[in-house]
């Protein structure tokens, strides 16, 4: 059985959105349950949960992959660059600003941490979102021949 463009790109949505989804959800957990990082969220003390629920936070990393393909593929002709990979890398940069930047700059503002950790989670959530935005470049080249 052929299938049509459509159902292909249906497809292609779908394993790719689950996949960066998962891709996700394993980077949050090296870059969260570390040794390093774990000495490091002692600064948020008692109001720091003493387990997560690895169940919700797959489901929500998922999701998260679901919605980033989809403003991914809706913003992809307005991305810098002239590939998929540059334009990924882009994407990744703004996700980082919106998503990062932010909550750190909140969290300076808000709550006597180092400022260790708050580079700590720059620097970590530059390079996940730069993995996931090329994965995304990678893995959705609108427009070009694969």
Same mark, same amino acid.
């Given at each position: 059985m052929k299938l049509s463009r459509i159902e292909v790109s249906r497809i292609r949505y779908v394993s790719v959105s689950i996949t960066s989804g998962v891709l996700f959800a394993i980077m949050d957990g090296l870059i969260n349950a570390n040794p390093y990082a774990q000495t490091m969220y002692e600064a948020y003390g008692a109001i720091m949960k003493t387990e997560v629920d690895m169940v919700? $936070? %797959?489901?929500?990393?998922?999701?998260?992959g679901f919605i980033m393909v989809g403003v991914f593929l809706y913003l992809y002709a307005a991305l810098p660059g002239t590939t998929g990979p540059i334009k990924g890398a882009g994407f990744g940069i703004m996700v980082w600003f919106f998503r990062v930047v932010m909550s750190v700059a909140s969290a300076w503002m808000m709550f006597n941490?180092?400022?260790? =950790? +708050?580079?700590y989670t720059l620097a970590a959530? +530059?390079?996940?979102? =730069?993995? =996931? $935005? %090329?994965? +995304? $470049? =990678?893995? +959705?080249?609108? $427009?070009e021949k694969t």
């Open positions: 919700s $936070g %797959i489901t929500i990393d998922v999701a998260y941490v180092p400022a260790s =950790l +708050l580079i959530g +530059l390079a996940e979102m =730069l993995v =996931l $935005g %090329i994965f +995304l $470049g =990678l893995n +959705l080249n609108v $427009g």
